[in-house]
């Protein structure tokens, strides 16, 4: 059975710091690319940041681009968040995808995590 478990959200300040852990364990860990998204009251569930397996590659939307960095070691994803702002409260996931393609698109991840609540003040 294979779970992706989140955790290291919470709640900060504008300009703050969090960093995101994800766990995976039921699959080959080192073939899945592995993604983060986030969803807002209200809002769609949308593509932050992927990385491939292959290469590492890493892929970000824009509006996180320079404050926020994903990682991977041999059985986990992180996301180091810096700079956060307001707009950047929601809950987050973490998903896998055997496939490197069409990292950015929601419907096409194979399986996801619970979810962790991000909230920044300003």
């Keep these: 059975q294979v779970q992706l478990v989140e ?29 983060w998204f986030r969803q807002a009251p209200g809002k769609e569930r949308e593509f932050v940041t992927a990385i491939r397996w292959s290469d590492g590659s890493t892929y ?12 991977r070691d041999n059985s986990k994803n992180y996301l180091q968040m810096n700079s956060l702002k307001p707009e950047d409260t929601a809950v987050y996931y973490c998903a896998a995808k055997r496939s490197n393609r069409a990292l950015d698109v ?13 909230t920044v003040s300003s």
């Design 7 to 35: 955790s290291g959200g919470g709640s900060v300040q504008a300009g703050g710091s969090l960093r995101l852990s994800c766990a995976a364990s039921g699959l080959t860990f080192s073939r899945y690319a592995m993604g």
């Design 60 to 71: 970000y939307v824009d509006s996180v681009k320079g404050r926020f960095t994903i990682s």
């Design 106 to 118: 929601t419907n096409d991840y194979d399986y996801w995590g619970q979810g962790t609540q991000v």
